[in-house]
């Protein structure tokens, strides 16, 4: 409430000796929105620290280096020839160019899950920080989804021509769906990365468990399988396992980024296990709206409990 | 003046010339301390009983406003609630009841260097510094060469802060935490980093702020610091204002809290005035006001108060100190059996404190206070009620007039001079005095 008086202080709230006038003070709902718009601006004008954070992360992790960037690049590359291994020789999986449709989700998936990964420490571990400054603690983990975002973007660079080369020019064509499909994709790492960091403050051994979640996360994801597989796999039985799947937001990005970065991959008519690859395509209106609200929703909550919380982080840490 | 963009204050950043630039109402800040705080899911989960914690107030009912340009100082004893104050007043603690409404840009310097990353260079952490204390690229660009300069750090821009002596990275903390040119400045204890000249240089830094016409918030046990800073001060206890006022009243009162540990209380806005000091003079032994006296000279403190209330008895207070703020003496009546009262509303009293002064030479002040019996609550205080100095004399240097002689008491003596040497050289210390 307070502090809220002392984010309006210029625009209504007449602070006097004695108190303030509690009539001046905007009751219930308009109050609600003017201290989410100015938690909004707040963050916008804290733009400069959120830059120079992102820097500090980038650095620090390749400081020391000699390959730096390269570094990073090493996970996917051999996570695709490991799972290319597995998935085109031993246990078939029916996509052309497996390695390119692995890596284009993959690259997604391991944007969302370090982000997350590096947010859940962000406010324990800058206690003293956080303990001696003021500003909106939501930097810390919207750094890490930003230090991830501009590893992503440079991974696709580097990947591109590989992608280009095995799945043609649509790639090209159809950046605006790839780039639309991350951008959706960092509002909710966002309002994930702010959830769990903020939460991580009162469970501490949410991060043991964190590992786990991505775990399971992961395999919940079309990411080794394309989403129109299981749809096709699945009997009656297990149809529930489809919809959960279809259920689970990141299915959405992944599978959104997926269309432009390598294609379609759709089920032939007659309901068997064959599917039918197609170049990298325009979405669906629906997918992209099922997305956006995604990103939204997570966002808002993710937001919403992270600032509720914030308010006592320099007690707790 | 152009207006500042601030991460902090946002919509209160432009300064509303026409309101306080802190209003503190009513404010009570609760810390729950918890005997074994539950850290995780699991502790939780096994745990059914809830955990077991105590409430504590770091502080309660604390309410003061600050002008514009008025420099505070906020003393009290450890634990007193002055670092939790200044957190609230820099938003890093949102009070649990009560309101704090700031007006303008605030940048607190409450621990140099926070958020420095070993790791990188000095000049990536003056950006990262900068940015943390919410300065925008444009304002570090603009101020990057001052910072550098003031810090001294110009060979070192390119290291990892990592390499830096302690010393120096204290030194860059502060260089940067002053660029941000706030319109409330907030200090903890910090004036006492570095060596003696960047200290100096600190300082300087500051009466210029404060000169500048900002506002300038100081948490400090250096009561000098204080005093020259400031000219107002807040004395909290417990997490309570116990007096707020002209600082050389504030620092009296702390000084005397911390000296006797039995606890005066003055509340002004409570009405617990209940006894006015309306005159107090210092009189050489033949009557005449002494200001200057030779050491060693018998001097009356003739203290007259009047009563405000109907006082049953009260007891008056005298302490000495010197220049600097040592204490050196302090007397309470009743210490010595002497009340004063019954006193009607209005009824006047006189009473005399008669002392031999033995002094060297120096600066002295006397402050005055009227107690109750017990000496736990003030009615009244006067922090300088008399000021005196003590003219150098031979036979001795130092503080005090042991009124020592010398004889030697074996052996051949010789007199040298006419046994009426000059004045004996002030030593280091009284010339620091004499100076204040």
């Known amino acids: 409430m307070s502090d809220v008086a002392a984010v309006l202080g210029g625009s209504g709230v007449t602070a006097r000796p004695g108190g303030v006038d509690a009539d001046l003070v905007p009751g219930g709902s308009r109050l609600a929105t003017l201290r989410a718009s100015n938690k909004l601006v707040e963050l916008w004008r804290a733009r400069e620290l959120l830059a120079q954070l992102v820097r500090k992360e980038l650095k620090v992790r390749y400081r020391n280096s000699a390959l730096g960037f390269l570094w990073s690049m090493l996970t996917p590359v051999l996570m695709t020839a490991v799972f290319s291994v597995v998935f085109t020789q031993i246990v078939r999986i029916p996509v052309d160019d497996f390695p390119a449709f692995f890596i284009a989700g993959y690259l997604v998936w391991q944007f969302l899950q370090n982000s997350c990964q590096g947010a859940i420490h962000s406010i324990v571990g800058n206690g003293e920080l956080i303990k001696k400054v003021y500003f909106p603690r939501e930097v810390l983990p919207l750094s890490h989804v930003f230090s991830q975002l501009i590893h992503l973007l440079l991974a696709l660079l580097v990947l591109s021509p590989y992608l280009i080369y095995s799945r043609g020019f649509g790639v090209l064509l159809h950046l605006p769906t790839t780039l639309l499909a991350i951008a959706l994709l960092t509002v909710f790492a966002s309002g994930i990365a702010m959830w769990f960091a903020g939460v991580n403050v009162i469970f501490r051994d949410l991060q043991e468990l964190f590992v786990v979640i991505f775990q399971v996360w992961f395999y919940a994801t079309p990411v080794l399988y394309p989403l129109a597989l299981v749809s096709a796999q699945m009997g009656e039985r297990f149809a529930w396992i489809a919809q959960l799947i279809a259920f689970n937001p990141a299915t959405w990005f992944v599978e959104l980024a997926r269309l432009g970065l390598y294609g379609s991959v759709t089920a032939a008519d007659d309901g068997g296990a064959l599917l039918v690859d197609g170049p990298p395509a325009w979405p669906a209106l629906g997918s992209v709206g099922v997305a956006l609200v995604w990103a939204v929703v997570m966002f808002v909550v993710g937001y919403s409990v992270f600032l509720r919380r914030a308010r006592t982080f320099a007690k707790e840490v | ?436």
């Open chain 2, 1 to 436: 003046m152009e207006q500042r963009r601030s991460i902090g204050q946002l919509a209160g950043a432009a300064v509303d010339p026409t309101q306080p630039a802190v209003v503190v109402d009513r404010v009570t800040e609760t810390f729950r301390l918890f005997h074994e705080r539950p850290s995780g899911l699991k502790e939780r989960l096994y745990r059914l009983r809830r955990a077991s914690y105590t409430d504590f107030n770091a502080l309660e009912d604390v309410s003061f406003t600050i002008e514009h340009g008025e420099s505070v100082a906020v003393i009290g004893p450890n634990g007193s609630g002055k670092s939790t104050l200044l957190k609230l007043l820099a938003r890093i603690l949102p009070p649990d009841q009560g309101t704090v409404l700031t007006n303008g840009r605030v940048a607190s310097l409450l621990e140099l260097g926070a958020g420095f990353h070993g790791d990188l260079t000095g000049r990536e952490n003056i950006r990262l510094n900068g940015a943390i204390l919410g300065l925008s690229g444009a304002e570090i660009a603009e101020r990057f060469d001052e910072i550098v300069a003031f810090a001294g750090v110009e060979h070192l821009l390119d290291t990892a802060v990592r390499t830096y002596s302690s010393g120096l990275e204290v030194r860059l903390g502060f260089a940067v935490a002053v660029m941000v040119d706030p319109d409330i400045l907030l200090v903890d204890e910090v004036l006492a980093v570095g060596d003696a000249e960047f200290q100096e240089r600190s300082l300087e830094r500051m009466r210029t702020f404060r000169d500048d016409g900002k506002t300038f918030v100081l948490v400090s046990h250096d009561l000098e610091a204080v005093r020259e800073m400031c000219d107002r001060a807040i004395v909290l206890d417990r997490g309570r204002v116990l007096f707020d006022g002209p600082v050389s009243e504030g620092v009296e009162l702390y000084k005397q809290r911390v000296v006797s540990s039995s606890a005066p209380r003055v509340d002004r806005r409570r009405g617990t005035r209940r006894v006015t000091i309306d005159d107090v003079q210092l009189l050489s032994s033949d009557g005449e006001l002494a200001s200057e006296v030779a050491p060693s000279s018998h001097l009356v403190l003739r203290v007259r108060l009047r009563a405000l209330t109907e006082v049953e008895v009260c007891s008056v207070g005298v302490v000495v100190s010197r220049g600097d703020g040592t204490h050196l003496y302090e007397l309470h009546t009743t210490w010595q059996g002497v009340g004063v009262g019954p006193l009607q509303p209005n009824q006047e009293a006189v009473v005399e404190v008669r002392f031999t002064a033995h002094l060297l030479a120096g600066h002295y002040a006397i402050a005055c206070s009227v107690t109750d019996a017990s000496g736990r609550e003030t009615w009244a205080v006067v922090a300088e009620a008399a000021r005196f100095a003590v003219q150098p004399a031979p036979g001795g240097a130092g503080l005090v007039d042991l009124s020592a002689s010398a004889v030697v008491a074996d052996g051949p003596v010789r007199r040298t001079g006419d046994g009426k040497a000059g004045p004996i050289p002030l030593p280091r210390l009284q010339r620091r005095q004499a100076r204040g």
